[in-house]
DNA sequence: CCGGACGCCTGTCGGC
DNA sequence: TGCCGACAGGCGTCCG
């Protein structure tokens, strides 16, 4: 579910009912995530105070006095923060009891979640260390996607998808991106010119802004902390649009599948 | 090194 | 109406 957009949304709608919060204790009430929620995690936060909440790529960082807490949504996983007396719903696979009375809940139907607690640096973990640069800062920008391409026959969607090469670019943004930048997603990256990269570093900078500036997409089941669904849907140019006319020329969307994902967009615009 | 396929889970939807 | 397969926002691992 969750790419860049949804998954900052998620980090400013927490942040602020987290920062500076002493943990009391977590309660996990199914440890099969993607990886088990390792025991002794539930020791190791109790009584720790949160000094800092940010994100690298898809993964939310909760800096503790002692070690950091490493948090990945998935495909379905979603927070809240709520009165620590809400009753759990299927799927809330667990709990962090904050002194001030809230409680962060874990939902995640499919479990691709993740929920780890390590004492090294997060840049140091291996989840976190071989990741590629954050698209909305300095770093990224055509000439990295052009360098790192080179030689490499790997469709073009299927690469700005890999986390080493950028993070946070999923399915859905990875073909909005394309859209707008007018590639086609099939085309072999190490075929797409300097100058087209440098098109599609900006669009993927555009497409991810936007979505986050209206808090994500929201397809089935995504909500923000507060419980709000995301409103991209309603921008998305080519994303489940499958025979739909193209806002651009007319021409009818299709469909197929490239690396394994459904992938959109125009035979016309797209080139 | 690279690229492609697979598996992990549950829920939903479309076709028969 | 019910069943069954395909598919869904991610990503690590395995194999050739």
Not at 99 to 105: D, E, I, N
Not at 169 to 197: F, K, Q, T
Not at 233 to 246: D, F, H, I, K, N
């Amino acid at each position: 579910m969750p790419e860049l957009p949804e998954v900052e949304t998620t980090l400013r709608g927490i942040a602020p009912h987290l920062a500076g919060q002493r943990i009391e204790r977590l309660l996990v009430r199914e440890r099969r995530l993607r990886l088990p929620v390792p025991p002794g995690t539930e020791e190791a936060l109790a009584g720790q105070r949160i000094e800092s909440l940010s994100r690298r790529g898809k993964y939310l960082l909760i800096g503790l006095e002692r070690g950091t807490l490493i948090l990945h949504l998935g495909m379905s996983g979603s927070l809240r923060v709520l009165p620590a007396r809400t009753p759990p719903a299927t799927h809330d696979h667990l709990d962090l009891y904050l002194a001030g009375g809230a409680c962060l809940r874990l939902h995640d139907p499919r479990r691709f979640g993740l929920f780890l607690w390590t004492a090294e640096p997060p840049e140091r973990h291996p989840l976190i260390a071989g990741l590629g640069p954050e698209p909305l800062e300095e770093g990224f920008g055509g000439d990295h996607l052009w360098r790192l391409a080179r030689g490499r026959r790997t469709a073009v969607k299927a690469f700005i998808m890999d986390s080493g090469v950028v993070v946070g670019v999923g399915n859905i943004y990875a073909n909005e991106s394309l859209a707008l930048a007018g590639i086609h997603p099939a085309r072999p990256c190490g075929r797409v010119s300097r100058a087209r990269y440098a098109r599609l570093a900006a669009a993927i900078r555009q497409v991810l802004a936007n979505a986050i500036a209206v808090g994500g997409t929201t397809l089935r089941d995504f909500v923000a902390e507060d419980g709000r669904p995301g409103y991209f849907a309603q921008s998305l140019r080519v994303y489940g649009r499958t025979g739909e006319p193209c806002r651009g020329c007319g021409e009818p969307i299709r469909q197929r599948r490239i690396g394994q994902r459904s992938s959109f967009y125009c035979r016309r615009c797209q080139r």
